[in-house]
């Protein structure tokens, strides 16, 4: 199919940026997106010209690291995948389509399609984690029953890759869809217990400190997620944090 | 707990603690107008108590006016927040694609909302403190009229098709507000895991009665002036 693409360019953190157009012909049905966009970008270079920048890494829906809003939808329109998941048979031939970096003060622009989520780096070091020293006698990890209804749901909860989809789709820019699935992991074991008024304080505190929106429920995020985390982790953190102010 | 009440999360807890206030008067005043329809007498005998009563003016109305101006003033509060998130716009944006028309415009439907509050502040409450606190007649009743006077002066103001046609127009936008708001308040207080479907039912329920109720109320008096 041959198609038009109007690119987000910008050459740097400072540039001003804009909207570009290419063209791209014969992509097949079969390419993933970012296949898609490695053969712009060999055009481009072939054409002596900047390739366009972003985000890769597994190509395989893992890693969180692919970025992009396309068409108006975080990682496109298609539902439960990343954007290196999204195959070229989601779009027409002679289509037009949009591409632009994830849009959020918390989330600058470094180049291109390329957005700094450092953000979500910090909100992790201010408590998505348990403090498990590796004194060797550590216990095993049978010795704690854990219900199979309680592990499912740390694990789903688990499952967020931190792409930002949901700050990127959300009209607020509201990140609580990632917090609140961290939060929610360690919330449900036992394990989480010993540190979870402090975990919550210090992550909602740092989320707040970083500039993202509130959420106002639209419910956006999680029909965006490629995960499918639940907006019932929102609910859960807010529970947790009601809990640890008390 | 004052640090919680700083946090996002905590603003929103306490959007929702007003707007579970605000739900609860609009099923009591709801209750009460109906009674306009069903039996005039039981309307103006309750309206009279709920207007005289120290405990209802002194006590609840304060704090109805409270969580009235608190929900709008902490709603463009955080709109403007909000809307800071997020510096550059996208160039395109489909909004449609994952969430509800209702949810994305809860301020407008609530700027609705508060025109609605001044008109209907100018129709009863601003003429009811006139005639309780400046002229200081706490009777209930008026010149030409048998009894006391809130039937007459309800059916009296349904009259104009305009006022009818304006008050149609907001509740429909009430029920946009609500469409989403009661959901929403519930997930903000953390209180949906679980029970989401059901609660989207009642607020759909809800969202439903609640306007419509009021649109009826306004018709049949208009009707029936």
């Known amino acids: 199919m041959n198609l038009t693409l109007k690119i987000w360019r910008q050459v740097d953190a400072k540039d001003k940026g804009k909207m570009v157009d290419y063209k791209v012909t014969e992509i097949s049905g079969s390419m993933s997106f970012l296949e898609m966009m490695d053969v712009l970008n060999e055009q481009l270079v072939n054409a002596g010209e900047q390739p366009v920048a972003f985000d890769h890494d597994c190509r395989e829906g893992i ?3 692919c970025s992009m809003y396309i068409n108006g939808e975080a990682h496109g329109p298609d539902r439960g995948v990343t954007t290196c998941q999204l195959h070229m048979r989601m779009f027409k031939d002679g289509d037009t389509i949009t591409i632009e970096p994830w849009r959020a003060g918390a ?4 180049k291109d399609l390329v957005v700094d989520r450092s953000a979500f780096d910090r909100i992790q070091h201010a408590g998505g984690y348990i403090s498990v020293n590796t004194s060797g ?3 095993d990890a049978n010795a704690i029953p854990i ?6 749901t740390a694990m789903d909860a688990a499952t967020c890759i931190g792409c930002g989809a949901c700050v990127a789709t959300c009209k607020n820019s509201s990140a609580m869809l990632f917090v609140g699935a961290k939060v929610s992991q360690y919330a449900l074991l036992p394990q989480g217990q010993v540190e979870a008024a402090d975990r919550v304080r210090n992550m909602v505190a740092q ?3 970083e500039g993202f929106g509130n ?11 490629p995960k499918g985390i639940s907006l019932d982790n929102i609910a859960r953190m807010n529970r947790e944090l009601m809990k640890a102010s008390i | 707990m004052s640090g919680f009440f700083k946090s996002s999360i905590g603003r929103k807890v306490a959007m929702a603690l007003s707007a579970f206030f605000l739900m609860f008067f609009l099923l009591q005043h709801l209750a009460i107008n109906i009674l306009s329809v069903l039996s005039p007498d039981t309307f103006n005998e309750v309206s009279h108590f709920m207007g005289t009563n120290p405990l209802v003016q002194f006590a609840l109305q304060p704090v109805l006016i409270f969580a009235v101006v608190f929900h709008f003033v902490m709603g463009f509060v955080l709109e403007l927040r909000n809307s800071k998130a997020r510096k550059v716009s996208y160039a395109k944006n489909n909004g449609a694609a994952n969430s509800s028309w209702m949810s994305r415009n809860m301020i407008w439907s609530g700027i609705t909302i508060l025109a609605f509050i001044g008109l209907h502040f100018v129709d009863f409450w ?4 006139n005639t309780k606190f400046i ?6 009743t008026m010149e030409g009229i048998e009894g006391f006077r809130y039937h007459e002066e309800l059916v009296h103001k349904f009259a104009n098709p305009l006022r009818v046609g304006a008050y149609a127009f907001c509740f429909v936008l009430l029920g946009l507000h609500l469409a989403h708001g009661f959901t929403s308040a519930f997930q903000s207080m953390g209180g949906t895991a679980g029970r989401k479907k059901t609660l989207q039912n009642i607020g759909k329920a809800y969202a439903i009665i609640i306007p419509a109720g009021f649109i009826f109320i306004a018709i049949y008096h208009h009707l029936n002036h």
């Open chain 1, 63 to 65: 890693c969180g690291m």
């Open chain 1, 107 to 110: 989330f600058p622009v470094v």
């Open chain 1, 137 to 139: 006698n550590t216990q």
């Open chain 1, 147 to 152: 219900s199979k209804q309680a592990a499912d």
């Open chain 1, 207 to 209: 989320m707040d400190l």
């Open chain 1, 215 to 225: 959420c106002t429920n639209t419910g956006a995020c999680e029909v965006e997620c």
């Open chain 2, 126 to 129: 601003f003429p009811e403190i």
């Open chain 2, 135 to 140: 002229q200081g007649d706490w009777s209930g």
